[in-house]
Structures are given as structure tokens and as C-alpha cells.
């Protein structure tokens, strides 16, 4: 019988954080007290302007096929945008493709630039999707490790390290999932000249890019001189504009990329839905955008407060402070628990989700992570039930 499944097919990663969230679920489904910590999507719903250009747009009979690569009109606001926050001039026309999610930017990007057995460098830890896409494409992911000390930031070393003849691109993640880490300037400027050196492409997933706090500036490669050229932006609507359910992103990168995407993206779903693409215009231009994301920003960060303060109180227990996106990377090492065995207790005895940090590669291994976009209400009571686990987990230790 000839092998039923491809490559692609069979060695494909579960994401463990849906792998815990179905587990949290079905307990939940059997008691009403669960409080997750799982999932990373914002619990506001999407702002009530976007919601009604969206209505408009349907009302109005925009029902139909888009052109491949997105409406001219979104890609121009993209491109105003895109002006905005990396202060770069991208061509609407020949240097943004609109996408259908983060999670579609990151299977394109890596089908367009990926041969067989091209290798892509990234975190470990890294988001649990982010190693899946140049399996993908066909290609390899290689770990590099990522440590607290260091900011959960690459150190060049550990990149020298993994360097192969077959290294085409390094992903960067900032504000990072899971660790809430940002990236500072001098750490941005080591990695573009070790990118530049070794003629690597870099694919920056800006997922978080608005979620960021205490007024700290936020960094692209695209800022530094020279990295236009060998960069993609992956930008999504989902965190920043509370939509994650409309599935919208985009890409901003050199044209001859962007022209590859946009014919794998015309072989697979042709055109973003139409509707959608209109709501995007006004997540990114309406004037009533600004005030609700900046309001979900202040919320965010104050929730980070709260459990930045709560969870170092924890005997045993620590925590960076988080910098951006809403994720809190809880070191548990103290407790001489292993990661997958504190999620598993804590959710099954004490009916709170945390994903093990071992869900988002070895290196995970000692810390949980935390996803706070919830409520406080939930946020205050859940880890009260996590410093009642610790306490009887390690009741007798020394
Ligand atoms: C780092 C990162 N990139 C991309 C995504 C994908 O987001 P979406 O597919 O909703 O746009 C996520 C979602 O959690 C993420 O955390």
C-alpha cells in the first residue's frame, strides 16, 4: 500500500495550548467553575464601529470575489498604516498582500521563500504554531534557545551555533508569545546585522505589535537601515482590534515576494472575504479606532499589574515582568514541579488552565504560561487558586 500520509501530514505538532484548552473544555463541561488561562485571545468583543462596517459593507450588496492580493482600498490604508508604525513608505499596489489571519501570513511567507530542507531559526520557546509553518512549506525549523536572563531574547552565539549553509530566514516574535518579552533596540540592531551578515531573510510576526506597555517604544527591523530588502511584516486584526474571529492580516514586504504570495494565495483561497476587508478599513482608519484600542491597551496593562504583583507573592513561584501582549511565562522551577504536571494538577484539582511551558518547545520546561486576557474578577481568583496549589503541592518540600 502506498504511504496514506505525506510528510506534512504526519509529523505536524499539535498546538498544546489547544491541546490543553479541548482538556480544560471538556472539564468545564462538567462543572462551571473552571477558569482558563489558555487561550490568547483578547475577551473584548470587536469595537461596535468595526462591527458596523462590516454590516454596511453586506447591506450594500460588497458580497462578492476581491481581487487576490486584497482591495485596493484596504491595501492603501494598510499602506498609510504601515507608514504610522514602522515610518517605511510600502506600495499598496506592488508591496502588501491583504491575508487571511497571522496564522495565513505565516503559510504564505514560508511557502514563497522555502525550498525542501530550508532551515528557519526561531525561539524556543516560541508560540506553539510558529515551528508547524516551514514543516509546512517543506522545510525546517531549527531551535534556538531563548533564556529569562537574557530578556528571552536571541543571544548571537546560540545563533552562530545553529547557523547551517541551509539557513534562509530567522523569525522574530516581539511582543513575544509566551513570554511578554520586547525587544530592545541594541538586541534588534544585533540580530539585523547578524541577519545582514549571513544574507538571511527576517520574518517579524508583529501580532502584538500595539500591545505593548509603560510607553515603551516599539521596534522593527524595518526601522534600521538595510533591512527593508530582506524583511516581511506579518501583521493580523486579531489581537490589536479584538478580531480574532474575522480572520484578517496582512503582509509588507520586498515586491517580488509579495507578488509570490499573492499567486500561492490566488491557488488557495483566492480573496480575503470581501465583507471583512471593508471592516479592516475601518479598524484601521475609522475614528473611533483609536480611543477603543488604546482603552484595551490601559486594561491589559493594568491586568499585567495584577498578576505581575500576585504571582512573584507566591512562595516558589516568579515571574518577568511582562512587557507586552497578555502573557504572563510563570518560572516554576522552584517548585521542583515539572511543567506538564503543574498544568495537569492545577487544572484537574483546582479547575484553572495555564499551558505548560514545555508546549512551546524544551526550553519551556520550568515555567507555565499565564494568559491574562480575561477579567480581573477571574484573573484575582484564579491565582488565588494557583498560590493554594503551590502551597499544598509543595507542602512537603524543604
Ligand atoms: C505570535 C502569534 N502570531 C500569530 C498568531 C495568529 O493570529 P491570527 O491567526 O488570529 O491572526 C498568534 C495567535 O495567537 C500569535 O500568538
Request: proline share 4%; aromatic share 10%.
Given at each position: 500500500m502506498k504511504k496514506r500520509i505525506s510528510r506534512a501530514g504526519s509529523c505536524l505538532e499539535r498546538s498544546s495550548i489547544r491541546l490543553f484548552f479541548e482538556k480544560q473544555c471538556r472539564i468545564a463541561a462538567t462543572c462551571d467553575d473552571v477558569i482558563s488561562?489558555?487561550?490568547?485571545?483578547?475577551d473584548f468583543i470587536t469595537p461596535p464601529n468595526i462591527r458596523q462596517a462590516c454590516i454596511d459593507a453586506i447591506n450594500a450588496g460588497k458580497t462578492k470575489y476581491a481581487p487576490n492580493a486584497g482591495l485596493t482600498e484596504l491595501k492603501q490604508a494598510v499602506s498609510r498604516s504601515v507608514k504610522k508604525i514602522y515610518g517605511r513608505d510600502y506600495d499598496a499596489e506592488t508591496e502588501i498582500v491583504i491575508t487571511n489571519s497571522g496564522m495565513d501570513s505565516l503559510r504564505l511567507t514560508f511557502a514563497a521563500i522555502l525550498d525542501e530542507g530550508d532551515e528557519v531559526l526561531m525561539g524556543d520557546p516560541a508560540w506553539a504554531n510558529h515551528p508547524n509553518h516551514p514543516v509546512l512549506a517543506g522545510g525546517v525549523s531549527v531551535r534556538v534557545p531563548l533564556y529569562e536572563e537574557n530578556n528571552f531574547t536571541y543571544r548571537i552565539e546560540d545563533l552562530e551555533k545553529a547557523l547551517t549553509p541551509r539557513t534562509k530566514a530567522i523569525l522574530l516574535n516581539y511582543p513575544n508569545n509566551p513570554t511578554g518579552a520586547v525587544l530592545r533596540y541594541e538586541d534588534l540592531v544585533k540580530i539585523c546585522d547578524f541577519a545582514k551578515e549571513h544574507d538571511l531573510y527576517v520574518i517579524s510576526d508583529?501580532?502584538?505589535?500595539?500591545?505593548?506597555?509603560?510607553?515603551e517604544k516599539y521596534w522593527s527591523p524595518v526601522m534600521l537601515e538595510g533591512m527593508k530588502e530582506r524583511t516581511l511584516i506579518l501583521q493580523t486584526f486579531s489581537k490589536t482590534y479584538a478580531m480574532t474571529g474575522w480572520r484578517l492580516g496582512y503582509i509588507a514586504g520586498p515586491a517580488d515576494l509579495i507578488e509570490a504570495i499573492g499567486k500561492i494565495n490566488e491557488n488557495s483561497c483566492s480573496c480575503v472575504n470581501t465583507m471583512v476587508q471593508w471592516a479592516g478599513i475601518e479598524a484601521l482608519e475609522g475614528k473611533d479606532t483609536p480611543a477603543e484600542v488604546e482603552a484595551m491597551v490601559r486594561e491589559f496593562q493594568h491586568r499585567r499589574d495584577i498578576v505581575f504583583d500576585m504571582i512573584n507573592k507566591i512562595p516558589g513561584l516568579s515571574c518577568a515582568k511582562p512587557r507586552g501582549a497578555f502573557y504572563a511565562f510563570i518560572n516554576i522551577k522552584e517548585t521542583g514541579i515539572k511543567s506538564a504536571d503543574f498544568s495537569n494538577h492545577l487544572l484537574e484539582k483546582y479547575h484553572v488552565g495555564m499551558t505548560p511551558g514545555?508546549?512551546?518547545?524544551?526550553?519551556?520546561?520550568g515555567y507555565v504560561r499565564m494568559s491574562y486576557a480575561t477579567s480581573t474578577d477571574k484573573i484575582i481568583e484564579g491565582i488565588n487558586r494557583i498560590a493554594a496549589f503551590v502551597k499544598e503541592e509543595t507542602k512537603n518540600n524543604d
Amino acid at each position: 500500500m502506498k504511504k496514506r500520509i505525506s510528510r506534512a501530514g504526519s509529523c505536524l505538532e499539535r498546538s498544546s495550548i489547544r491541546l490543553f484548552f479541548e482538556k480544560q473544555c471538556r472539564i468545564a463541561a462538567t462543572c462551571d467553575d473552571v477558569i482558563s488561562f489558555t487561550i490568547g485571545e483578547p475577551d473584548f468583543i470587536t469595537p461596535p464601529n468595526i462591527r458596523q462596517a462590516c454590516i454596511d459593507a453586506i447591506n450594500a450588496g460588497k458580497t462578492k470575489y476581491a481581487p487576490n492580493a486584497g482591495l485596493t482600498e484596504l491595501k492603501q490604508a494598510v499602506s498609510r498604516s504601515v507608514k504610522k508604525i514602522y515610518g517605511r513608505d510600502y506600495d499598496a499596489e506592488t508591496e502588501i498582500v491583504i491575508t487571511n489571519s497571522g496564522m495565513d501570513s505565516l503559510r504564505l511567507t514560508f511557502a514563497a521563500i522555502l525550498d525542501e530542507g530550508d532551515e528557519v531559526l526561531m525561539g524556543d520557546p516560541a508560540w506553539a504554531n510558529h515551528p508547524n509553518h516551514p514543516v509546512l512549506a517543506g522545510g525546517v525549523s531549527v531551535r534556538v534557545p531563548l533564556y529569562e536572563e537574557n530578556n528571552f531574547t536571541y543571544r548571537i552565539e546560540d545563533l552562530e551555533k545553529a547557523l547551517t549553509p541551509r539557513t534562509k530566514a530567522i523569525l522574530l516574535n516581539y511582543p513575544n508569545n509566551p513570554t511578554g518579552a520586547v525587544l530592545r533596540y541594541e538586541d534588534l540592531v544585533k540580530i539585523c546585522d547578524f541577519a545582514k551578515e549571513h544574507d538571511l531573510y527576517v520574518i517579524s510576526d508583529d501580532a502584538y505589535y500595539r500591545i505593548i506597555f509603560d510607553n515603551e517604544k516599539y521596534w522593527s527591523p524595518v526601522m534600521l537601515e538595510g533591512m527593508k530588502e530582506r524583511t516581511l511584516i506579518l501583521q493580523t486584526f486579531s489581537k490589536t482590534y479584538a478580531m480574532t474571529g474575522w480572520r484578517l492580516g496582512y503582509i509588507a514586504g520586498p515586491a517580488d515576494l509579495i507578488e509570490a504570495i499573492g499567486k500561492i494565495n490566488e491557488n488557495s483561497c483566492s480573496c480575503v472575504n470581501t465583507m471583512v476587508q471593508w471592516a479592516g478599513i475601518e479598524a484601521l482608519e475609522g475614528k473611533d479606532t483609536p480611543a477603543e484600542v488604546e482603552a484595551m491597551v490601559r486594561e491589559f496593562q493594568h491586568r499585567r499589574d495584577i498578576v505581575f504583583d500576585m504571582i512573584n507573592k507566591i512562595p516558589g513561584l516568579s515571574c518577568a515582568k511582562p512587557r507586552g501582549a497578555f502573557y504572563a511565562f510563570i518560572n516554576i522551577k522552584e517548585t521542583g514541579i515539572k511543567s506538564a504536571d503543574f498544568s495537569n494538577h492545577l487544572l484537574e484539582k483546582y479547575h484553572v488552565g495555564m499551558t505548560p511551558g514545555t508546549g512551546f518547545g524544551a526550553s519551556g520546561e520550568g515555567y507555565v504560561r499565564m494568559s491574562y486576557a480575561t477579567s480581573t474578577d477571574k484573573i484575582i481568583e484564579g491565582i488565588n487558586r494557583i498560590a493554594a496549589f503551590v502551597k499544598e503541592e509543595t507542602k512537603n518540600n524543604d
